[in-house]
């Protein structure tokens, strides 16, 4: 039986089903899903049809937001002296088993460690972020005005399920807090004392990370990501998050 | 006996073995000391290498550089405050070969000297201290 055809069946209602019934229901979803076995929790949604990923989705909130923070990062200047990261944790007391940005590495081709990529991730502050969606608590929200993915750690229960639906694997769990922490693009810590960049953004000698203004076509942020003839990529766009993190090269 | 036998092989060839590495290690630490080896710097940014084999390899003599662009003595460079990519661009320190013309420029190929944080603890043998996201 398709999905289509179920659709049409009549709801029968939860009252009649005896708890049992239910319960070997739901091993059974379980086991079919493979969340047993590390599958997402995504999986346990209910199946759609395919798309593309140009297909034009709604957001989460209004979109734009104002200001609509995003930041580029300029892969290639990247040279990992990790300065980036040391700001990031003075500034926001990250502790040594997390972080809310990291560096990765990759040979361009394999065997080959000659030239190696450096990329550095962090919170893509996604329009569409998978994990505001599954917070059971609304401890992670879009922030109306900014369009942050922030943190409210008084809510937050430590459940981790927000950190398996990150695409980005850019949550950690604070153990003095009990609380998942994240980028908040120094949200608490910087922008709200009237500094206008990021800590990591100030910190980086090669100006890799150029943060700024989607809704500013003045910013050099915008300005970065709207050349014509430039190539302009974000992680991970099949998972439809729509990531406000840009990349490009120089 | 047979099982002896197969010791005593395994013996020597362990033997034949830590013989060759000896040697061939010989060999590699008497280069390192010829050349001056691997300089890793840590400043103005960690971290940046120079390998005196990859730059011996095509011709270059110890005077090519020492004592003019840089001195003998590893690690005097970084100590200075003009040791900064501004500086190499205006033709100082790598900066003198490393123009576009003798060498790539300076302004491109960065990860082919800088081989960052993880680079420098891969190559110091060094674990940092810093755990996943999960």
Known sequence: MKISDFEKLKNEGTEKLPSEERRRFLRFGLAVTGVFLGGSVLSLTSARNASGVQEKKSAAGKFPYKPHYTMVLRQNRCIDCERCMEACVRTNHVPSYGYRTTIMEQNRAAGDDRDPLFMPVLCNHCNRPPCVRVCPTTATYKDKETGIVMMDYKRCIGCKTCMAACPYNARYFNEETRAVDKCNFCFDTRLSKGKKLTACAEACPADVRIFGELTDENSEAYQLIHKPDRKVWVLRPETGAMPNVFYIND | ?134
């Open chain 2, 1 to 134: 006996m047979k099982i002896g036998n197969t010791k005593a092989r395994k013996f020597f060839n362990l033997l034949l073995f830590s013989l060759v590495l000896l040697v061939f290690c010989s060999q590699a630490s008497g280069q390192d000391e010829e050349d001056g080896g691997s300089i890793i710097f840590t400043k103005p940014v960690k971290a940046v290498i120079f390998e005196h084999s990859i730059h011996t390899e095509q011709g270059l003599e110890c005077d090519s550089c020492h004592d003019g662009m840089f001195e003998m003595e590893a690690g005097v460079a970084e100590q200075n405050d003009d040791f900064t990519m501004a500086s190499l661009y205006e033709g100082n320190y790598c900066g003198g070969c490393h123009d576009g013309d003798t060498a790539f420029a300076s302004n491109t190929r960065c990860t082919a000297c800088h081989i960052g944080v993880k680079g420098y603890e891969r190559l110091t043998g060094g674990t940092k201290d810093s755990g996943g996201g999960h």
